[in-house]
Every structure is written in C-alpha cells, then in structure tokens.
C-alpha cells in the first residue's frame, strides 16, 4: 500500500487525488445519500423561511431567494441532497415553489468540484472554489451578504478536516443571517467504544482496501479512519457551536450500519445577534 500521511492542511489536495472515483466509493457506503438527505431535511426544516406560504395567507420573511450554502460539497453528494431537500421544503405536494432558493457549493479541491460540475444541476445551483478556513473572502456569497446574510448552511464531512474548527464555524457564523441554521454532518465515535470498534473495523477490512481497488491510493481513507478516532464526540461539537455563540443546538443520529457513527448537529445563530 501507498505511503505517506494527510494532514489536515492538506486535505482538499488529498480529494484531488480519488476525486474521479470518490463516487463510485460512496455508492458501495450504504446509506450515505440516504443521511445526507436527512441533514439537508434537518437544515431545510429549521429554518421557517423554508416553508411555502400558506394559501391566502400573508408573508413576512425576506424577499428574495433562500441563500443556501453546501460547503465542501465535493463531487456534489451533499449539493443534490440540498437540492431535494429545497423541492421537498418548497413545494410539498409538487406545488409550485414560493420560494426559490440559490445554492452555492464550495470545495477547496478542483477535482472534486470538476466532479460536481459535470452533473446536471438547476440553474439556481451555483459552485466555487474555496477553503473554508477563507470563507470571509469568498466573493461568491457577495448576493447572500447584501440579503443580509446566508439563509442556511450545510457542511457535511467537512468540519472534521478543517485545521481550526472553532474558526470556521466562527466564520460561517458571522456568513448566516441573524435567525440562519448550520448543519454539522459528520462521523464521530468518541467515547462510544462499540462505534469505534465497528468504524476502525469498516476502516481496515472494507474501506481502506476499496480505496485501493477504485483509486490505487489510501492515503486519504487512512486519514479517514485517523480523523474520525480523533474527531469531537458529539457533545463536544455542540460545545463548539454553542460557544461560537449558536442556539437551539440538537443533535440527530443516523441509523442503518452507521449508527453511532453518523451524527448531525444543527444549530441556529440567534435572531437578534
Ligand atoms: C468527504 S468529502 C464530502 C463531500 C460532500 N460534502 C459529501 O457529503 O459527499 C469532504 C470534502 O471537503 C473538502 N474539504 C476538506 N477540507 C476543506 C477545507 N478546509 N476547505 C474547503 N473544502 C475542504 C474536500 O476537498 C472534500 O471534497
């Protein structure tokens, strides 16, 4: 097997190198679309904005679409989520969309945004690249900023790799509108001693070896295993947002093979801050 170790810095770089087949890799995860539909379902129903307008009923949110952000969304996995969940939200039943929305996607690898780009998406789905640590500098949000910030975001398997967590949620802190939602979608395993036995199981006898076959690398998956043992159990996570200063912080788990292991903290920068 390849040698070699990936530190966090280096992540997005490490994606490059499996982006072609970081599809084909999830697609042998059972559940992974089905949990990332569940995040965006999650995200999409904490935010009343969201909702269509009643029949006849008055309307007093924003104007304008719903700003929305997938950050590191990759080859797009968790943008369709965001996508299926902003039609479910927006029209229930397949009415019309009150509200339409605007979904930027970010990632700090070209490969896996090429990935994502080549995909059909609605026009209403933009992508850029950018790392998240630079947030505050992504000219893409210039719109979601002058509506007076992002309506919602998602991040899904991406605060686990980021070099200073507390700063980036921080940073999309400061990007959400006063009232704005933030989904944390992630493994996490600590002190959960079955779920780590189970993931470090997964890890070594199916994932690291698949990550062989599909993309002659295992770099990236054995950092995967790595950085999920190390990674904030979930208590820990809500810690982080609710001292960035976010509220209404929950936690939903999955189920399937990944309960225990996929986790999704949600949580709401506060009306009037
Ligand atoms: C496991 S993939 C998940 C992609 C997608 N969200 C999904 O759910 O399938 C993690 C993504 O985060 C990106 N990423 C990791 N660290 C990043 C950073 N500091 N800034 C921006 N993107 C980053 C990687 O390039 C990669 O595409």
């Known amino acids: 097997m390849d040698a070699g170790q990936v530190t966090r810095t280096e992540v997005p770089e490490a994606f490059d190198e499996v982006a072609e087949r970081y599809d084909l890799m999830v697609g042998m995860s059972p559940g992974y679309h089905a949990q990332l539909r569940a995040s965006a379902d999650a ?27 997938d950050l590191g969304c990759g080859s797009g996995a968790s943008t369709r989520a965001l996508v299926e969940a902003v039609r479910r939200h927006a029209t229930p039943g397949g009415r019309t969309a009150a509200r339409p929305a605007a979904v930027l996607a970010v990632d700090g690898s070209p490969g896996m945004l090429d990935a ?11 992508f850029a690249q950018g790392r998240a640590e630079a947030l505050a500098h992504q000219p893409e949000l210039a719109a979601a900023r002058e509506a007076g910030g992002l309506d919602g975001v998602l991040a899904a398997y991406l605060v686990r790799n980021v070099p200073d967590r507390d700063a980036v ?19 996490s395993v600590r002190g959960q001693p079955a779920a780590s036995a ?19 690398t295992t770099r990236l998956y054995r950092y995967l295993w790595r950085s999920v043992i190390d990674m904030d159990s979930t208590a820990e996570l809500e810690a982080r947002l609710r001292r960035a200063g976010f509220v209404d912080v929950t936690t939903h788990h999955a189920g399937g093979w990944q309960r225990g292991i996929v986790h999704t903290v949600v949580g709401r920068r506060p009306a009037d801050a």
Do not use: F, N
Not at 43 to 68: K, W
Not at 169 to 187: M, Q
């Open 116 to 126: 994502a780009r080549s995909k059909a998406w609605p026009s209403w789905v933009g």
């Open 169 to 187: 949620i921080a940073a999309i802190r400061d990007e959400l509108r006063p009232g704005g939602v933030l989904a944390v979608h992630d493994y």
């Open 43 to 69: 995200l999409l129903s904490a935010i009343p904005d969201a909702a269509p307008v009643p029949a006849g009923g008055e309307s007093t949110r924003p104007a304008g679409p719903l700003h929305l952000l």
């Open 198 to 216: 189970l993931w470090t199981a997964m890890c070594w006898s199916i994932v690291i070896p698949l990550g062989w076959m599909t993309s002659r």
